[in-house]
């Protein structure tokens, strides 16, 4: 399956996740992306002159703007959102609203285009299943910490927006899909992250900061893997009306075994330094995608090592470009 001659809105579309879809989706169909700049991976890259690709500076609380661009869309991808624990930390408020009533506008502007609408994918979090996340399944309990703790109020936010979704799927017929990303990563990767955080400090001869013990385990997903799983589900019958987990157990390491890996493969000299985490986080996440691989045929194939790997790359490249 492979999508063609359709009319598609991106959400975010100037982010990491965002530009990585369009790049796959473009020279067959119209890519309209829609974004706030708030993090910009797209400005300086040929995606940005592809003849079939357009981009409009907006915002998703600017509910107007959202149903004109969705008029006669036939997808729309909702990624926009507030992000990284910093940013919610310092602006949980301004989380709350974006993630939530954006999602809203999102649903609404779906709704004025439903006679050519054939697949909505919003974005969920995997930060919806708590801090203890070990083979969870689309099926399990959601768990989040305690109010007033503003680490949370993201994944809040997310988890609103999840059901907000499933509600007009089961009341107004939309062809929704949700999706739960588990720790992407790759190349063109602009916001926060360790990932992130290690190689541009090994890159620079710094050292490697660890904010913790370094025992918290994730299991991270190349953002190649991030898209072909969006890719089934906005095209597989039997993604409709489902959520999915989209990650990749079989990289699930330590965060300290996550800074030894990316040393060891920039043969950086710097050490590893810990500091005391300054906000509660999330001590275990790993997931269970066997529902994603039985329904739409999702699997990740990119490992750990091969991923950082090209991810390292991309970083060095960048910084010669900048040079």
Do not use: C
Not at 13 to 30: E, S
Not at 213 to 229: C, F, K, L
Not at 298 to 313: C, H, P, Q, S
């Amino acid at each position: 399956m492979s999508l063609s001659g359709k009319r598609i809105l991106i959400t975010g579309g100037a982010g990491f996740i965002g530009t990585t879809l369009a790049r796959r989706l473009v020279d067959d169909n119209t890519v309209v992306a829609m974004d706030n700049l708030h993090r910009d991976a797209l400005s300086g890259t040929a995606l940005a002159e592809h003849p079939n690709f357009t981009f409009v500076q907006g915002d998703i609380l600017e509910p107007e703007r959202l149903t004109e661009l969705a008029r006669d869309a036939t997808h729309i991808v909702h990624a926009a959102a507030i992000a990284g624990v910093d940013t919610v930390l310092a602006s949980p408020v301004r989380t709350m609203r974006v993630n939530t009533i954006g999602t809203y506008n999102v649903l609404e502007a779906a709704l004025t285009t439903k006679d050519t609408l054939e697949r909505l994918i919003e974005f969920s979090t995997s930060e919806v299943f708590g801090q203890h996340a070990f083979n969870v399944g689309e099926g399990h309990v959601t768990t989040i910490g305690s109010v007033g703790e503003a680490r949370w109020t993201y994944a809040v936010s997310k988890l609103a927006g999840e059901h907000m979704t499933h509600a007009y799927h089961d009341e107004f017929g939309l062809p929704t899909v949700t999706v739960r990303p588990f720790n992407i990563y790759g190349p063109g990767q602009i916001g926060g992250g360790a990932i992130r955080a290690f190689i541009e400090a090994a890159l620079d001869g710094r050292e490697l900061t660890i904010h913790g013990d370094g025992s918290q385990i994730r299991a991270w997903t190349y953002v190649d893997d991030m898209v072909e799983g969006l890719l089934l589900a906005l095209e597989h019958p039997a993604a409709v009306g489902e959520s999915f987990n989209i990650g990749n157990p079989r990289s699930a390491v330590t965060i300290f075994d996550l800074a030894q890996r990316i040393k060891r493969l920039t043969g950086a000299a710097a050490g590893i330094t810990f500091q005391p985490l300054h906000y509660t986080d999330v001590e275990l996440r790993i997931p269970n995608a066997t529902k994603a691989r039985e329904l739409i045929g999702f699997e990740a194939k990119v490992e750990l090592d091969d991923g950082l790997e090209r991810t390292i790359a991309w970083y060095r490249e960048r910084r010669l470009g900048a040079a």
